[in-house]
């Protein structure tokens, strides 16, 4: 060979190399936009619980089972945001509606009703009663679209029912969220059991598919928390300009670990926690930069011993005494603590 076949011999040889390399990048950036495609494709969808809140179920006893199960009331209400874009009919699902089978938690038998409400129309959600943490007086306010009763049935067990379809301004039009709002009551009828279920609000009937920048809210939480103790749950609330600080409130958590704020300015502010059948609640102030963010509740359950079936109930209240909404899907984001806010604080 000679010396100069041998150089280009080698130049293609190092060109090839630049190739696959630019390539590889290529292969790369390809890969990244994929997964973050993804991610926020799974951020637009209406799981409730949803995937950032890492929550397995919703919960809600019957009436005759005492609170030391995990709920104080027995009754728990969702609002659903309909961006004012969508046009076409929307369907609120329901996962495991029954109170039965291998999904929800036995007391003694099964012997427990629940009733699920769909509200829409005027009043739906800014009847004052309505956004409390109790249900009295007018909290069933708004025109009834539908309703249900479940008991134990197996045809409903660990599986979907679907309510709707519904217009999307059959819901209550409210500005300051960009949409019409829909309520859905769960609440125990007769019994003692405690129902576990989810929601989503799909466009179809049949299967679970997202609306684009809708959303679901709710003042009170009311869930049952992971068995496995590396999982950690998590509430967002949202920290509106008129909140100067806020009041959690948790009942019945077992002294299972710890609940800790994490914000953009807070690496982990340690929360009063309850026992079994008791209350407790801590105010803390909010930070300058943790208005119009959304506040990280973490639910992080101790090693041992271990805590099983543990249900509790979450509220958080400004310094009005006005509870404070958690977003399944955060506004602005699930919060990440920033260092360079952070050292500048105290907490
Ligand atoms: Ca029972
Ligand atoms: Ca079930
Ligand atoms: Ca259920
Ligand atoms: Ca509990």
């Not at 479940?150 to 709707?164: I, K």
């Not at 999307?168 to 405690?194: A, S």
């Not at 928390?225 to 009041?247: A, C, F, G, K, L």
Request: hydrophobic share 35%; with cysteine; aromatic share 14%.
């Amino acid at each position: 060979m000679k010396e100069e076949e041998g150089n280009n011999f080698c130049n293609r040889k190092i060109d090839s190399c630049f190739f696959m390399i630019e390539n590889l990048n290529a292969m790369k950036k390809i890969f990244l936009l994929i997964l973050v495609s993804f991610v926020y494709l799974n951020s637009q969808a209406q799981p409730v619980p949803a995937e950032d809140e890492n929550i397995p179920h919703l919960m809600t006893f019957g009436p005759k089972a005492g609170t030391s199960w995990g709920d104080d009331d027995f009754s728990q209400t969702f609002f659903f945001v309909i961006p004012e874009e969508h046009t076409s009919p929307i369907f609120i699902r329901v996962f495991d509606p029954d109170v039965g089978g291998e999904v929800d938690e036995i007391n003694g038998f099964w012997d427990t009703k629940v009733s699920y409400t769909i509200y829409g129309g005027l009043k739906c959600y800014t009847e004052q009663d309505a956004t409390g943490v109790d249900p009295v007086g007018n909290y069933k306010s708004g025109n009834m679209l539908a309703n249900r009763v479940f008991g134990e049935n197996p045809r409903y067990d660990n599986d979907w029912f679907t309510f709707g379809p519904f217009n999307p301004t059959e819901g209550e039009l409210v500005r300051k969220y960009g949409g019409y709002i829909f309520k859905i009551i769960c609440e125990g009828v007769e019994g003692d059991d405690g129902n576990m279920y989810r929601y989503f609000v799909s466009t179809s009937g049949t299967e679970n598919k997202r609306i684009e920048g809708a959303n679901a809210f709710a003042y009170e939480y009311s869930f049952r928390m992971h068995n496995d103790q590396n999982e950690v749950s998590h509430i967002y609330p949202y920290i509106d300009d008129r909140t100067i600080s806020v009041e959690q409130k948790n009942f019945d958590w077992d002294a299972d670990g710890l609940i800790r704020v994490v914000s953009v300015a807070r690496q982990g502010l340690k929360c009063e926690v309850s026992g079994d059948d008791t209350w407790s609640q801590n105010q803390f102030k909010i930070l300058e930069e943790e208005i119009g963010t959304s506040l990280d509740f973490q639910f992080i359950k101790k090693k041992s011993p271990p805590v099983k079936n543990n249900n509790v109930v979450v509220s958080v209240k400004n310094q009005y005494g006005e509870l404070l909404p958690f977003f399944t899907i955060p506004i602005g984001g699930v919060p990440k603590y920033k260092y360079s806010i952070g050292v500048k604080k105290k907490e």
